[in-house]
C-alpha cells in the first residue's frame, strides 16, 4: 500500500539556523510531489512540486529550496531560517488522473 | 494565489443535522476536490469531481459542481460530532494532477 513519511512533527529552530524537511513515499513510482505551507487559520500555499527526478518548480520566491534527489524523497530547506518562515508544512504526492493527493502528517515549525 | 474560496468560513451545527459548505473558483478548471483536515494533521482527500459533471456522491457526502457559476458545494448528511474538523476545497486547472490550488478552508464544528 502506499503510504507517505514526514518528519520531524514538530521543529523549533532559532532565525538563521538552517532547515532541512524530508518527506519520502512508498507503494508508488514516479509521483508528483508538493510541498505546501499552511499558516495559522489559513488555507494551503504551494511552495513546490515536482514532475520527475531533479524536476523542481517554485511557486512563491522565498528563503526556502526544495530538492529531490530520489524518485520518492523530496526535501525542503533554508541555508537561513527567517521568522515568517514559521508554519505547519505539509508534503504531498500525486499521480497523473483523477486522484486526489495523499499528504503526509505535516511538520509544525517555530522559528524563534 | 488562492483560486477557491470556502463559505462560510465558519459553520456550527448540531449533530444530526445536514451541512452545506460552498466554494467559489475564478479560473476554469479540470476537476475540483475537498479536503478534510482534523486540528494539527494532514489532509484527508474526500471526493473528486471532474468538470464534466455535476453531482457525485460518496457515503454521507454529496458534492455538486456547477461550473456556469464556477461554484461546488459540498453537503454532509445526517453530522456526526466526529465530522468536525477543517473543509477545504482546491482546483486543478492544468488536468494533469500536477497542481492544485487550495481554498482557506472551512471550520466545521459538530455539536453533539
Known amino acids: 500500500s502506499q503510504t507517505i513519511h514526514q518528519w520531524p512533527a514538530t521543529l523549533v529552530q532559532p532565525v538563521g539556523s538552517p532547515l532541512s524537511l524530508e518527506c519520502t513515499v512508498e507503494g508508488t513510482s514516479n509521483p508528483n510531489l508538493y510541498w505546501y505551507r499552511q499558516a495559522a487559520g489559513r488555507g494551503l500555499q504551494l511552495l513546490f512540486y515536482?514532475?520527475?527526478?531533479?524536476?523542481i518548480s517554485s511557486e512563491v520566491p522565498q528563503n526556502l529550496s526544495a530538492s529531490r534527489p530520489q524518485d520518492r524523497q523530496f526535501i525542503l530547506s533554508s541555508k537561513k531560517l527567517l521568522l515568517s518562515d514559521s508554519g505547519f508544512y505539509l508534503c504531498?504526492?500525486?499521480?497523473?488522473?483523477?486522484?486526489?493527493?495523499?499528504f503526509g502528517s505535516g511538520t509544525r515549525l517555530t522559528v524563534v | 494565489s488562492q483560486q477557491g474560496e470556502e463559505d462560510p468560513q465558519a459553520l456550527s451545527i448540531q449533530e444530526g443535522e445536514n451541512a452545506t459548505m460552498n466554494c467559489s473558483y475564478k479560473t476554469s478548471i479540470n476537476n475540483l476536490q475537498w479536503y478534510r483536515q482534523n486540528s494539527g494533521r494532514g489532509l484527508v482527500h474526500l471526493i473528486l469531481?471532474?468538470?464534466?459533471?455535476r453531482e457525485k456522491h460518496s457515503g454521507r457526502l454529496r458534492v455538486t459542481l456547477d461550473t456556469s457559476k464556477k461554484s461546488s458545494s459540498l453537503l454532509i448528511t445526517a453530522s456526526r460530532a466526529a465530522d468536525t474538523a477543517s473543509y477545504f476545497c482546491a482546483t486543478d486547472a492544468s488536468g494533469a494532477n500536477s497542481k492544485l490550488t487550495f481554498g482557506k478552508g472551512i471550520t466545521l464544528s459538530v455539536r453533539p
Open positions: 504531498a504526492w500525486s499521480v497523473h488522473g483523477y486522484y486526489g493527493y495523499t
Open positions: 515536482s514532475v520527475g527526478i531533479g524536476q
Open positions: 469531481i471532474r468538470s464534466n459533471e
